[in-house]
């Protein structure tokens, strides 16, 4: 009954449903669109979200973190690995006359921080020497060939992958860290935890332990603090809720309206039925279940459009169009459909009380 | 016994400063298997008197009894009830529900009692008005005349008492509104029902067993 209703006035009906199926896309896609963004966020910030660094703090006496402070250190962050580094820069200088600038990293676990595209980063880095893809490239650079340093020779033992996603300028040299043995302190240790999460707990523990309100001896930084990406992307998604939630409440205006519409409409067959003895419980119900049919046709339709959006969107933000299937996405398009129901519903229930409540006197005299 | 009576019935419309008495003391009755047939001009209060005995309205004063049980003071659900199973209705634009096939709107007014399968009797009554191969045809389908007599099988569905017409033949040609009439009243013989019929078809009051004319609010014999 309610179906062949809807069938009546089928442009009505097809109206209606595309107001709904708008609402339902634009919740589903601005949804999803967050989703893309946060996934693709979290991959580029990835490296540094599971890191912990530790320099010298605002009080301490020394310009570094001492050999003590990384054994306590590592004394504390058992469940992670604890990197400490020295830095400095320099000058390196070709035989073809060609010079490039690069800080100077000396780390033992070299392996833990570098990503090479030749070679293989030493666990332990003992005599040779990383250097940065693109500077060894300029200096004309091959495996092998030698790279002085304060005096000292270090063999080229693999090319670090430049940097895409942060480009923070300049190359990288890394050797032992005991090519840089006249400083005497680390200047950063880098904890690489499991996650980002193990990294913010591993970061409160050391912050505990080695400061106090007012004396701060090591600086402690994790991602948390770092960037305030986190933030942003909750802002970000929250705007984009907004929108959704106002065509949200668009979509249900011309449901209601579309509802009233039909109701208003068929006063009169309303009339008749509630004449020949249909309760007023009925009729309430017969709308009611046209309304919820319209929401889910409605919101069937747009789902499988938004679904589609959905799979564009990845594909352009994150460039894989299957991170779609994943239920951090695919929640939306429950949401969506949930809304698309649960709005027809409420939008049909003033229209059908209107309608049940009607005099039948009134009603037939049209 | 009479299934219908009004005692004295009054019923006042005030709309803004205008007060109009449609009815002013109606007394009428009605047996099983009687056809009254209403008459009167214009604007004499006739609907308003059917409305009151189909439970469709409710008098200013008086009382309305159907088959000796006072009525008047019904809820509006215990009026729904009592039209849905004593009271049958037919109107002079037949309102069939155009979706539905003529079987359909046969069943129309037990189509939500999942109770009872009526499709057999909606059927049957529609064989019985001369309609038997257009069972599946829907109202625009279907002429005048037979869309009438869809509204009088589909106002016999439930079994009621009486049977509430107003102006039946009002939309049909003569010829037509005679053969409904005369269906109607073979029909009210073969249920024992009474039929309550308002026409302004001079001519048709010679199907009815007894005609009241109602002038101004009231009956004048
Ligand atoms: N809802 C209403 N509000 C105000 N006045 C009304 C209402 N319904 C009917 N009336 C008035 O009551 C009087 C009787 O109306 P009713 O419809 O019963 O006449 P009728 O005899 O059926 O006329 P007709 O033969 O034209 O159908 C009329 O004067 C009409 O204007
Ligand atoms: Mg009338």
Redesign the interface.
């Known amino acids: ?1 309610a179906w ?2 809807l ?2 006035n089928r442009l009505r009906t097809a109206l209606a449903a595309l107001g709904i199926v708008i609402g339902v896309v634009a919740i589903c896609s601005l949804g999803m669109a967050t989703v893309a963004l946060e996934q693709q966020a979290t991959s580029q910030l990835g490296d540094l979200t599971n890191e912990v660094t530790v320099s010298a703090g605002a009080d301490s006496d020394t310009d570094g973190v001492t050999q003590e402070q990384v054994e306590e250190i590592r004394s504390i962050v058992t469940d992670a690995q604890v990197v400490p580094q020295k830095t400095n820069a320099t000058t390196l200088e070709a035989r073809n006359g060609a010079e490039a600038r690069v800080s100077v990293t000396g780390v033992t676990e070299a392996s833990a921080l570098y990503d090479l595209t030749e070679g293989e980063a030493p666990d332990r880095l003992q005599s040779g020497a990383l250097i940065s893809a693109d500077t060894a490239d300029r200096l004309g650079l091959e495996m092998g060939d030698p790279i002085e340093y304060d005096g000292q020779l270090y063999r080229v033992q693999g090319f670090i992958q430049s940097e895409q996603s942060f480009g923070f300028g300049g190359g990288d040299l890394v050797i032992p860290v005991s090519g840089l043995s006249e400083q005497t302190y680390y200047d950063t240790v880098t904890i690489i935890a499991s996650d980002g999460e193990a990294a913010t707990a591993i970061g409160e523990r050391l912050d505990t332990r080695f400061n106090t309100e007012d004396d701060e001896r090591l600086s402690v930084t994790t991602f948390g603090n770092q960037a305030q990406v986190g933030g942003f992307l909750d802002t970000l998604s929250l705007a984009l809720m907004g929108i959704g939630g106002i065509s949200l409440v668009v979509a249900s205006v011309a449901i209601l309206n579309v509802m009233l519409m039909s109701t208003v409409e068929r006063r ?2 309303i009339g ?9 419980g ?1 009729v309430l119900r017969m709308i009611l279940t046209e309304a919820a049919l319209l929401g889910a046709i409605g919101g069937l339709i747009g789902t499988i459009v938004s679904f589609t959006v959905g799979m564009i969107l990845f594909h352009l933000i994150t460039g894989d169009a299957t991170g779609a299937f994943g239920w951090a996405s695919l929640r939306y398009l429950v949401y969506g459909f949930g809304f698309a129901v649960v709005a027809s519903v409420l939008s049909g229930i003033y229209p059908a009380w209107k309608a049940a409540n009607d ?3 009134e009603a ?1 005299r049209g | 016994m009479s299934v219908v009576e009004l005692h004295d019935v009054v019923k006042r419309y005030e709309s803004g400063a205008e007060i109009i008495d449609a009815l002013k003391g109606v007394d009428f009755s009605a047996d099983r298997g009687e056809m009254v047939t209403v008459t009167g001009p214009s604007g004499s209060g006739k609907s308003t008197m059917l ?1 009151m005995i ?1 439970l ?2 409710t008098p200013t004063a008086g009382v309305v009894c159907l088959d000796g049980r006072h009525v008047t003071d019904f809820s ?2 215990e009026r ?6 004593e ?3 037919v ?1 002079q634009d037949f ?1 069939l ?4 096939t003529a079987v359909e709107n046969v069943e ?2 037990s ?2 009692d999942t109770s009872v399968d009526r499709r057999d009797r909606a059927i049957d009554l529609l064989r019985r008005v001369g309609l038997g191969d257009r069972l599946t045809h829907t109202p625009d389908e279907l002429s005048g005349g037979q869309k009438q007599r869809v509204a009088i099988a ?2 016999l569905i ?1 079994e009621p008492d009486i049977l509430l017409a107003d102006e039946p033949t009002g939309n049909l040609d003569q010829d037509t509104g005679a053969t409904i009439l005369d269906e109607m009243s073979r029909l009210k013989d073969e249920e024992n029902i009474a039929i309550i019929a308002i026409t302004h078809d001079e001519q048709l009051v010679e199907y009815a067993d007894r005609v009241v004319r109602l002038v101004d609010g009231v009956i004048r014999t």
């Open positions: 009954m062949r209703n069938g009546r009169g067959e008749v039925l509630r004449a020949v003895g249909i309760r007023r009925e005099s039948p006197v037939l | 409305n189909g469709l309205d509006e659900d729904t009830e009592e039209r849905r199973s009271l049958g209705f109107f309102h529900l155009p979706m539905l129309l007014p189509m939500w589909r106002s439930n």
